[in-house]
């Protein structure tokens, strides 16, 4: 974050750890899917990653993927995506995750600045790209900053301390520190490298939130007691969407089971954690 | 070494990954462009004892005389393995025990990288996991006895509709999580940098074998080189020490399937002609030219060829097709199984369905396009492809194709009775 | 030329074919062992070029550190079609038009000559006929297919147990009414003079690559020299230019089935031992070692490698097992599973079954009996066997097989849930 | 035929052109198959070939293979092949027509000898061995000499003038004029090669007698008036056995139809021959 103003997504850390939950918009369809997303807004989202699907997701675990084909299935594009983000009704930043190709292919001419701008227009708050490391980033760096979006970068447990600096000199927003080698996806264990990350974190402006395979309340105060100034939660969340699609359940009771999850997991962030500017 | 060919290349993996591009990319410089350790030494001799290289430049008397010119076939049929891919698998192979890795993955579509990368594993002694699209194992059992036979485990993918292009994404998958030990053997000139230059390099042979063995039969050079191309590595190892001979044309021969038009709402391109009609996106690491609706979204490609059934190309053909050093063209199923039936008939090579598009293409291409000696490199042997071509040539107007009622129960005897 | 090996050989055929036989024994001398109008030229040409020869001869790793000595692979498996059969066809083939013949044809067992031969032809343009046994064609349906690509007519013999034996009688029936303009292309270094002769100087071809490459990488020869023995022609090839070399010890290696013991109520062997149990008789037109019972009928054979599945052997082998120049040794069907799968999974190479059989002796063989430095012929790829070695290896006893269960609906992708 | 008594066989031609019919011996049961070569006789036949059933029968077309397995399937040996001809009650010399790995292997010692012994015991009066050439066949022509056995040999439309010789200076009995290339096998169609080789065997001392697919007794006069010495009749024969075998028609039957069918053969022959005395 190279002397920006602070973002609203870096703003929503200020009051103690952030609790940052994922769905793919429109899984399963674009109408249940808004309110899902509500529903976390109301058990405690901070900040809300909203994902735009695509055919080739290489960065996903087979929960997330099934949720992917269940959205495109339902007719999700990039215009309906935007829709849905001028559709909800929450008041937290929101960002976009998604890949590359579809942020470049948007719009008339060629490069990531029509979907930058259609994105910032609609309302999302930052954008990451899974597959768009700093190397490529340059175009998609310089639209979101001409337009005012933050751009996240993941930190793996791969990461050399050679690549650390460029990636968080490129960052803003927050750093997206993933958890454990692999793809997305809910796992009982946390790697002991999350400390590590962490620690190689230290003294770096942005906030750091942890992702990859967190799934419940407890492994959240873990990971916050560890350090991590939030975390970020998907596959836990997709599978409760993916149970009450197998299952035929109604929206509202999914809904539900959603917003009881989303307090679990701020509740086990809430007993750990101390607002970030009082752990800075 | 380039990371990008004109605009294309690149390396569009997640963060997890890039460490390994940067010590594959180091492995690359050191162990195959500096021959450290000796490693190109080791490499060309087990191809040469395991891999059964070189391979001969057969004059081709029936096809030159049906087209008036030279035809001269490279024989990658002969290859262990029956195909071109073993020269990039064990390439890899040797490469990730150079590097200490301790486990292989790839991915197969047709089965024919896989068996290679199978073999190749087997023969260095590496494990090796083989990611396949459910599809495409069960339509392509042999390859996966071959697999299993040399000791590989083959692992279904059931995303999506179950062939390559899922089969890629799942194997990244796997290279993201182990990394650290594992090598992942892309199976052509696809993917990030540096694997379009390093699969490029394995192939390469192929082409620095017919320049010498052309010279000694002829004395010169080819006028025309062909090659079918799916992700590409046959194409860019055929025409690797041909790009510098300007007087040299270089054609690759896209599957055309059943027709160049797309069917943009339901996501499917009844081809995989990503030259002639993809655009320019992102695909499984690699910005190029794939086949993709508006949005963005990959469609789905088809052909007859299972092999030549992807909808993304290598970057360096993407731009060597841009800058015109390469011509791409297509050549529908219909056209590709005549050839799959005139090469067995007049030449008694069968061929690969892969390697028919571009014998099929010969009957479409102009005295000035053949030029008088015409290279066409047969990537493959079609044993693999044998109920495929049954079937389709059932379905298809193909009058090259012989009878098959050999199994009906008329008997031979009868004539002498 | 010689008529006869020994006791061994001969002429025992319909007078109807004595002139033909004469008119091929001359044709022999003049164009084979004078090289009239160049004909060994454009032979060992086409060889190389259509072929694929000179193979390879591979040091083998993994075998040499199991059995403690250097293991040499001759990998005829590389011979264009998959196997050493080309080298006969090719050269009968050609012969033929030579002699001015205008058909074409064989018989087959297993299908690799008959594939071979209709290869040739294609290659050559003779029209060409595969009398092939019903049961062999519907259990080899893929060679089947091969052979009909390559525009050759498959006809199956309905007769008897409907297998190598019935096609070979049934040639030689189809013969003594065409054999004016029809040559026959016999698939081993069996049957009535020249042929043995014929098909081991065109086999010969194996050992003079071996003795010079072995030279060229170690300045020696071998100590001993393996080679599976169905009618004998691989095994022949590959002794051919080590007889005269008494330090090299040579070993021929027949399908010992599921046990040496005879059912003479039945007319059954469970095995294809005939240079180990069989006795002297007259079989398709030599006198030569066959299994017979005591009346003189011909028994049927069983092995599990259909091309080892011939109640008879060459002339020339017989005779030099009895003057003990050669060891014959035989391996049971379950000893042969083993070797194909650990070939497979230990060297990356998947044998034919009847190479499985050369491969699984080593198991047995001793130390003195290995010597410093051991030859092992790879006469042919393991795809035809693909079906069968499933088949087999579920109903015996072979812990070295690999488990096939990947066509279960598990999924890889529960790893990462 | 080498300054030797004329024999039995030879002996038969003197009356005029020989009718001599083939069938397999023991085809489908040893039983019936008495009864058919006793009406053959009946019906006129002046010598019979009996084949002893071998399992790789290389020079028979499919009728004849076809009547060799189910001989074979019926039990049939060399052994009982002996006691079928002893069990025979016809007063026509017989020749034995077999392959030679059967000759060979007959008895304890190696060699044709104790086969030859055999057959001169049980009454047969000469061999043919299809897979026997001249050149393979001094063996067997001296334990035929010994023994007093006429050995046929074959003359094919093939066979050169320089292997006519030899091959006729071993032959006794008669010459086997092979009418056709091929393999046995009932055909309509009469070769004009059997004139030719008729006219080649002009002048030797040995009755020519022209086999290979005669089925009526048209075909036999019209072979008898281009000059042979005789017919020889298999398929058309065995196929009536083979008849009465599919349909399960009664053995009686069966040799009515074969007594029959030469009476036609024998017919044929009678209206366009004269007795061979004359015609030298
Ligand atoms: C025989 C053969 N040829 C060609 C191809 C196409 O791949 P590429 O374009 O990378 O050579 C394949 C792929 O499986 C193949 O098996
Ligand atoms: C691969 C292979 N090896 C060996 C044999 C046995 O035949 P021969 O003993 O004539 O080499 C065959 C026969 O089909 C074969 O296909």
Chains 1, 4 share one sequence.
């Not at chain 1, 103003?5 to 249940?32: C, K, N, Q, V, W």
């Not at chain 1, 992917?68 to 299935?73: Q, T």
């Amino acid at each position: 974050m190279i002397g920006m103003r602070e973002s609203d997504i870096t703003a929503a850390f200020e009051d103690g750890p952030a609790f940052i939950p994922y769905l793919t918009a429109g899984d399963p369809t674009f109408e249940s899917s808004i309110e899902y997303v509500e529903a976390l807004a109301r058990g405690g989202a901070d900040v809300i990653e909203l994902g735009l699907p695509f055919s080739e997701p290489i960065a996903e675990g087979p929960t997330i993927q099934q949720a992917i084909v269940r959205s495109l299935e339902g007719g999700m594009t990039p215009e309906r995506f935007f829709e849905f983000v001028e559709a909800l009704d929450v008041d937290v930043p929101l960002v976009c995750m998604t890949y590359y190709n579809l942020i470049y292919q948007y719009g008339d001419e060629d490069g990531p600045r029509p979907f930058v701008e259609r994105a910032a227009a609609a309302g999302i708050d930052g954008l990451i790209a899974p597959d768009l490391p700093v190397e490529e980033a340059t175009p998609l760096r310089t639209a979101c900053d001409a337009l005012g979006l933050d751009l996240i970068f993941i930190v793996a447990p791969t990461t050399t301390d050679e690549r650390l600096t460029p990636l968080l000199e490129h960052s803003s927003g927050y750093v997206y520190v993933q958890a454990r080698l692999g793809v997305t996806g809910a796992r009982s264990d946390v790697s002991d490298r999350t400390s590590h990350s962490l620690d190689r974190l230290d003294g770096d402006d942005l906030p750091a939130a942890v992702g990859f395979g967190i799934s419940t309340g407890e492994q959240a105060g873990e990971i916050v007691a560890a350090g991590a100034d939030g975390i970020i939660v998907g596959s836990a969340l997709v599978d409760i969407v993916a149970e009450g699609y197998e299952n035929d359940l109604a929206t509202e009771e999914t809904a539900e089971r959603l917003e009881a999850k989303a307090r679990e997991l701020t509740a086990g962030i809430i007993e750990q954690g101390q607002p970030r500017s009082e752990r800075l | 070494m380039n990371e990008t060919f004109g605009r294309y290349g690149g390396q569009y993996v997640p963060e997890a990954l890039m460490p390994a591009l940067e010590e594959l990319t180091d492995a690359y410089q050191r162990y195959v462009l500096d021959n450290e350790d000796g490693f190109m030494d080791e490499f060309r001799e087990r191809l040469r004892a395991f891999g059964g290289r070189p391979t001969p430049l057969q004059h081709a008397e029936k096809l030159s005389e049906r087209y008036g010119t030279s035809v001269y076939l490279k024989r990658e049929d002969l290859v262990h393995g029956g195909a071109h891919k073993l020269n990039n698998a064990l390439g890899q192979v040797l490469l990730a025990k150079y590097m200490g890795k301790e486990r292989i993955i790839a991915e197969t579509g047709a089965g024919q990288h896989g068996t290679a990368t199978a073999m190749a594993a087997a023969h260095l002694d590496m494990p090796c996991e083989i990611y396949m699209g459910r599809t495409d194992t069960n339509r392509q059992r042999p390859n996966v006895f071959r697999m299993r036979l040399n000791d590989a485990e083959v692992t279904p993918v059931d995303v999506g509709r179950g062939t390559l292009k899922e089969a890629i994404s799942q194997a990244l998958r796997d290279w993201a999580q182990s990394v650290e030990t594992t090598h992942y053997v892309i199976g052509s000139v696809v993917g990030p940098h540096p694997f379009p230059q390093l699969v490029d390099d394995f192939q390469a042979v192929i082409s620095e074998e017919i320049r010498d063995q052309l010279h000694e039969q002829t004395g010169g050079l080819p006028d025309s080189v062909v090659a079918c191309a799916g992700g590409g590595s046959n194409a860019m190892g055929t025409f690797h020490h041909f790009l510098d001979e300007e007087s040299v044309d270089l054609y690759a021969i896209e599957a055309g399937g059943s027709s160049l038009a797309v069917d943009e709402e339901r996501g499917v391109a009844p081809n995989s002609a990503s030259l002639t009609t993809g655009t320019e996106g992102v695909l499984h690491g690699a910005r190029t030219r794939v086949l993709q609706d508006s949005d963005g979204q990959i469609m789905e490609s088809h052909s007859v060829s299972a092999g030549l059934d992807y909808a993304g190309v290598g970057p360096e053909l993407s731009h060597l097709v841009e800058t015109e050093r390469v011509t791409p063209e297509s050549v529908d199923d219909e056209t590709a199984l005549a050839g799959f039936h005139r090469l067995s008939q007049t030449e008694g090579i069968i061929p690969a369905l892969e390697t028919a598009h571009a014998v099929g293409w010969l009957e479409t291409a102009t005295p000035e396009q053949l030029g008088e000696r015409v290279v066409l490199t047969v990537s493959g042997r079609g044993d693999k492809d044998l109920e495929t071509v049954l079937e389709e040539t059932a379905t298809h107007d193909v009058p090259e194709a012989p009878e098959m009622d050999v199994f009906s129960t008329t008997t031979g005897d009868d004539r002498n009775a």
